[in-house]
């Protein structure tokens, strides 16, 4: 029996019925748990229906007469695994999942589909690869991805006037399509002439500072350790463990113990050697040649274009959200330009593509991505320390970098010196690069002192200067003598003075401390729950509208419209003191902010858009909360 199946990349293009045939392929079976994903059975063949039409199905006589009418022109989609169960139970249930999850889930499964396509082997339903499987996962669990995504202002289509490309439905940073904000136009942002021409390349140095990693301390050599437990003979001819006492307690402690017991090293450590440093495999890669940075430019030299090639690949398959064609007309762009991680000979395993802005002294970050397999290499903060450099050498003066980042990569961009917090002025960079509306740009500064591909030897400076600093100014060492109350024999009922205890005194306590311990109430559970949901909606992508409250200079009739103001901060400050007896009326107060927004704003505007996704955030956290109370 024959079974057709949707060759169309396009959700637009596709039937309901064919999405959901398209995520069932690729999402494990619910019922039975050993179905990976839903494949024909023994003897059914699938055939491509790629929308042309015409009439797929080989012989004709033994699906009906020539003459019947409504003979269909393809054979129906296949509906059925081979385990037994249909595509409802390979995550293709868009009643339980949600559309949200269901339109993740939809482009997803687009995407891994083109790869597969790529490699001609799109009805081979037990293909897979590497970047297949990633994504895949990455489908079903939505983990945590270095990816920043930005749509930087493209000058082309506004000399053309035309529209961007739209975002898929199921957005990487927001399910809503960016939408279209009227900017300032720079005519020299877009005229391209920037002398990037002029600038030399940055000969990416390769860790020639780094000295040979230590060979890892061998137990014997450098080491004197002491056993934990002897051996005693008994007379059976078996063997009694008894533990030997580490350090005793008549044992005077020596200069170097101190130091240790001074740092948090157990005094009983008899090691001299100093910890060895860890090297990341990324580091290690790069000394010994296996991987190269190597700055990437349009200039239409053919290695150039093979690694715009292999970075364009790579963002595709990382960035499965945005459209295929807007990452390559960036990548391609003449105005681009990109750092590649590239593995022996042309092998992108590692990309970030920006756009500088020299005479406006900063960078936009716009693709930032490595291979799904690489990723607990190192590469990513090699790459972005890589880059700071590049900039440094080859835009002196540049020392701000923006970028748009999805929900999942504002941990990484903050672990990378990045900063919600804009510093830079908005006129500087406000037309020059486009809003992206969900996502969250970030800034990091550069500092004129630190040599970024060196930054493992400073912060080990750094640590050392600091922990001798403790040690200088550490007294744990010192131990006070026991008090005689609680010996053994001693009489019961006696009562002491803390101030009597010794040692208490010289940590510079005073009887105020304890008093204002007492005074301080436990926070209840409910009072711990109001505190971490208020910050996790302060923190939330699309908080910004309700973050403080309206300003009538702004806004001069909202107070006319919305009798019962309230936002963020408010709610901050009557949690503060106390003036949410329940959660109930915290929550009374949060859809509060939600049902302002909605009655003064238009309901196709961005700010009842993001009342709608905060309240469904704040019903779903509630939810959360009653199944681990009952």
């Avoid at 990349?9 to 309901?16: F, G, K, R, Y």
């Avoid at 020299?358 to 936009?364: A, K, V, W």
């Avoid at 949410?580 to 302002?596: E, G, H, I, K, P």
């Amino acid at each position: 029996m024959k079974f057709a199946y949707p060759a169309s990349s396009s959700i637009d293009a596709l039937t309901p019925q064919q999405i959901s045939l398209k995520i069932a392929r690729h999402c494990p079976c619910t019922a039975c748990g050993n179905c990976k994903g839903l494949h024909p059975s023994i003897g059914v063949h699938v055939v491509l229906d790629d929308g042309s039409g015409e009439s797929i199905l080989g012989e004709l006589g033994q699906y009906g007469s020539d003459d019947d009418e409504d003979r269909p022109l393809i054979p129906p989609y296949l509906d059925i695994c081979a385990c037994g169960h249909g595509v409802a139970e390979h995550g293709a249930n868009e009643l339980q999942s949600g559309t949200e999850e269901y339109r993740r889930r939809a482009s997803y499964a687009i995407r891994i589909d083109e790869n597969i396509q790529d490699e001609g082997k799109l009805l081979d339903f037990a293909y897979s690869d590497p970047d297949v499987e990633s994504l895949r996962k990455r489908m079903t669990d939505a983990p945590v991805s270095m990816i920043a995504l930005s749509q930087p202002a493209n000058y082309t289509e506004q000399r053309t006037n035309k529209s961007p490309p739209a975002s898929s439905p199921s957005s990487a940073v927001s399910d809503l399509p960016p939408p279209l904000k009227k900017r300032r136009i720079s005519v020299s942002s877009l005229s391209g002439d920037d002398n990037d021409d002029d600038e030399e390349p940055l000969a990416m140095r390769v860790a020639q500072k780094t000295a040979p990693p230590k060979s890892p301390t061998k137990p014997g050599k450098g080491v004197k350790s002491i056993p934990a437990a002897g051996r005693m003979p008994v007379a059976n001819g078996k063997t009694n463990v008894e533990p030997l006492p580490r350090i005793k307690i008549e044992d005077k402690m020596d200069e170097a113990q101190l130091d240790r017991l001074a740092t948090g090293v157990p005094v009983d450590s008899e090691t001299t050697a100093p910890p060895v440093r860890v090297e990341k495999a990324a580091t290690i890669e790069l000394r010994k040649g296996i991987i190269q940075v190597m700055p990437v430019r349009n200039d239409r030299q053919p290695h150039s274009m093979v690694l715009m090639t292999g970075l364009k690949t790579l963002f595709q398959k990382q960035l499965p959200k945005m459209p295929r064609d807007y990452i390559a007309r960036l990548v391609y762009d003449a105005n681009s330009r990109a750092l590649a991680i590239v593995k022996r000979g042309y092998k992108v395993v590692g990309g970030i593509l920006f756009r500088p802005f020299p005479h406006r002294g900063f960078s936009e970050i716009v693709f930032f991505a490595t291979a799904s397999v690489d990723q607990v290499k190192g590469y990513g903060g090699m790459l972005m320390d890589h880059y700071k450099m590049h900039i440094r050498k080859a835009y002196p003066g540049m020392s701000h970098f923006l970028t748009y980042a999805d929900n999942y990569a504002v941990g990484y961009f903050e672990k990378q010196g990045f900063s919600k917090e804009i510093t830079l002025d908005r006129s500087v960079w406000a037309g020059y690069i486009k809003d992206y509306e969900g996502g969250t740009i970030m800034q990091c500064t550069m500092l004129d002192k630190v040599d970024y591909l060196d930054k493992a030897n400073i912060l080990a400076q750094q640590q050392d200067a600091i922990m001798s600093k403790v040690r200088q100014m550490s007294r744990s060492h010192i131990v006070h003598p026991g008090l005689p109350q609680f010996q053994e024999g001693a009489p019961e009922g006696i009562t002491i003075d803390p101030q009597d205890v010794p040692g208490l005194r010289e940590t510079g306590w005073t009887p105020s401390m304890a008093q204002n311990l007492a005074r301080l109430v436990p926070k209840s559970p409910d009072r711990h729950f109001m505190d971490r949901l208020l910050k996790d909606l302060q923190e939330h992508n699309q908080a910004w509208p309700f973050l403080k409250p309206v300003s009538a200079e702004d806004v001069p009739d909202y107070h006319d419209i919305v009798l019962k103001p309230m936002d963020f901060s408010t709610m901050e400050h009557k949690l503060d003191n106390n003036h949410y007896q329940t959660v109930d009326d915290f929550v009374s107060d949060a859809r509060l902010v939600f049902d302002n927004c909605r009655l003064y704003n238009l309901e196709d505007s961005v700010y009842h858009k993001c009342a709608n996704t905060l309240e469904k955030f704040l019903n779903e956290q509630l939810k959360e909360r009653i199944k681990r109370e009952s």
